[in-house]
DNA sequence: CTAGGGTTAG
């Protein structure tokens, strides 16, 4: 074990790329009747793209005869993806379930409609719902917000605005909390941030507390435009408003500190979690390695890593990429390679660049090896 | 999986 002749190096390469091959994708196919859908492409597969639509959409709806198969949600979600971006061929499936009894529960529509906006559908999704009360179907602030929901998936943030300022009234649906979480998210992601931080004080008026959602999602568009001083009030402004930080709240926050290399304040915060029974999870743990990474302290970042292993949390891909680049850098290549071998053993993707690295790193070391035990001629010819 | 937030590195 102390000392590692090229020999044994050139073994563990050898060990290294046999595993490395080994990658494999598993396809999610729980349900058999999803399994029948996948496979039944395949057969078509000579057949022109437009009659392999037909056969997915024929497959689907005779599928759709069993209460079974309608009540599994992967069913539509592989549909939608089966069919891709034509949506006559998906509002085609998502009509024919009109004919069945669940059409009448409204959680079954709100399964659909959200599917529509996954699929970025958004104006069938605004269809489906507004005929509901048609379809004898219960319309309160679930689908409404739903509603909101189906358009963020199909970026019609506009369209949230007005649906928003607009329906409630018309339908007398009142907004709850996850209306104005929704509405947030949609500013958020519209770039009105200003506008979304005012919608807050809208709630409160409207005797609506903001809650540890409504924080975490301006928390996050903050963190997304690096206004670091704007999320550090936000911070400041929950704990004034007695609102609850969960792991979600802390790992943001956790995220701004490290991004501003406050080290004493990051440790504080972490132990903080400690003691309000939050555990902390691995993206927690890889927070504080990158910030000791970023300042090259490797004792430290392998302390955290050894704190993290210890605790339970399972070191991901992101732990693996910091640290087998860092243990590269510092020419640890036994740490790198043990690393790398972890990596592989649970089954955790690297980057083939990553590991390139490691092994050019063991090469280059292993040849080093070799020369030594060649002699001092042999470089000075080179040399 | 019967509505809403969940980040890093490359």
Sequence with gaps: ???????????RLHGLFAQNHKVTVKLKTDNPKTTSLIKSIKPTSKLPPKQQLQTIVDNFKKSSES?????????????????????????????????????????????????????????????????????????????????LEACIRAEKYDTVRELFRDLPEELSVVPDVVSYNTFIKALCKAGSLDYAVSVMDEMENQGIKPDKVTFNTLSKAYNESKKFSEAEDLWLLMQKKNVVADLGSYSF???????????????????????????????????????????????????????????????????????????????????????????????????????????????????????????????????
């Excluded at 000392?3 to 073994?11: A, H, I, M, P, V």
């Excluded at 059409?103 to 509901?132: C, P, W």
């Design 253 to 383: 926050r956790l995220r701004v500190l490290v991004a501003n290399n406050k080290v004493n304040e990051a440790i504080e915060l972490f132990e903080e979690m400690g003691k309000k029974d939050i555990i902390p999870n691995a993206f927690c743990y890889n927070m504080m390695i990158k910030m000791y990474v970023d300042d090259r302290n490797w004792e430290e970042a392998k302390r955290w890593y050894d704190k993290m292993v210890e605790n339970g949390r399972y070191p991901d891909n992101v732990t693996f990429e910091m640290l087998i680049s860092f243990a590269c850098d510092k020419d640890n290549l036994d740490f790198a390679l043990e690393l790398c071998k972890k990596a592989m053993d649970s089954k955790i993707h690297v980057h083939d660049a990553t590991m390139q690295r490691v092994v050019n790193g063991l090469a280059e070391h292993s040849k080093l090896e070799e020369e030594k035990e060649l002699g001092p001629n042999h470089l000075r010819d080179t040399g």
């Design 1 to 11: 074990m102390s000392s590692s002749s090229s020999s044994s190096l050139y073994r």
């Design 67 to 147: 209460p079974e198969f309608r009540s599994h949600y992967g069913n539509y979600l592989t549909a939608i993806h089966l069919l891709g971006n034509n949506s006559s061929a998906i509002e085609d499936i998502f009509d024919h379930q009109k004919q069945y009894p669940e059409i009448s529960n409204e959680f079954f529509v709100i399964r659909l409609i959200l599917l529509y906006g996954t699929a970025k559908m958004h104006e069938q999704a605004r269809k489906l719902f507004d005929e509901m009360p048609n379809l004898k179907c219960q319309q309160t602030v679930f689908s409404f917000n739903v509603l």
